[in-house]
């Protein structure tokens, strides 16, 4: 009797490390029940310890040795527009919207929630990218789409994707997602809450004038058509040398490029070099975040994930 006990003890306390990953994941302050991924998600897994890739000066010299990162993101606004990616936290009573695709073949053609007022990437009537960002915070899924346009009963989109928050699987191999690189955005944009908090505990993401006719885990697909080795491939990790002093940075920076080094960033669509991506918010200190620039291309590296 004693034994079967112990054994039932041991399978529970089993049972509750097995749950662990999921319930130490980062949450959002408007969907605290909701972990974006699990901890043990790619996305949340610390590479500061892992080797460098074979060819990394290579990769780094094509970004750019001497360029500096480049937030985009901030407090305010440019030419009219908030600065940095947006994202909506909604509820199962948000109404379901039909979204015309033009990547419907790889996109998940479903209703998605967009609420009335829905904050649109540059602003509703903004060029480039037009990202959409949706957390239904009662179902733990995110909902991200790509060139939002129109109004209520005539949505279109060019490519749309849904996530499990609490899951770890990824797109299906060679799908787009609203990034090129087929990876979800929202988890990896520098937030202030985080900075404010005094960490961030997962992977950045940002963009590169060119690619590679390739990706790698966790990206899913690529777009582009060149072949140069040399070339970083969708979903290939960066981090911020180890060895690189990041004590005179003011605390906003100094938050994000220690995520750098412990996290690092991913690439995750074509645009401009080194910049990296996060949300708008009034809390962000401009002129502390463009001290960012002292980092350039040269003090980073590209990490051997597997």
Known sequence: MKRRSALCLALALLAVLALAPAAGAARLPRAPRCPVFPRDNPWNQRVDRLPVAAGSAGIVASIGLEQGLHPDFGSGRYEGRPIGIPFDVVSRRTRRSRVALDYAGESDRVRY????????????????????LLVDRDACRLYELFALAGAPGRWTAGSGAVWN????RPRPRGWTSADAAGLPILPALARYDEVRRGRIRHALRFTVSQTRRAFVFPARHFASSLT???????????????????????????????????????????????????????????????????????????????
């Open 113 to 132: 929630p967009i609420p009335p007022r829905v904050h649109i990437e540059g602003g509703a009537g903004a060029d480039g990218d037009r990202h959409a």
């Open 165 to 168: 928050l609490r899951s770890n």
């Open 228 to 306: 140069d080795p040399a070339l970083p491939r969708m979903g290939e990790r960066l981090r911020l040398r180890g060895d690189y002093d990041i004590s005179r940075l003011p605390r906003q920076a100094r938050v994000i490029a220690r995520a750098l080094k412990q996290y690092g960033m991913l690439v995750a669509d074509n645009g401009s070099d080194w910049y990296v991506s996060g949300a708008p918010h009034g809390g962000w200190d401009n002129d502390a975040l463009h001290e960012l620039g002292r980092i350039r291309g040269a003090d980073f590296e590209v990490v051997q994930t597997g």
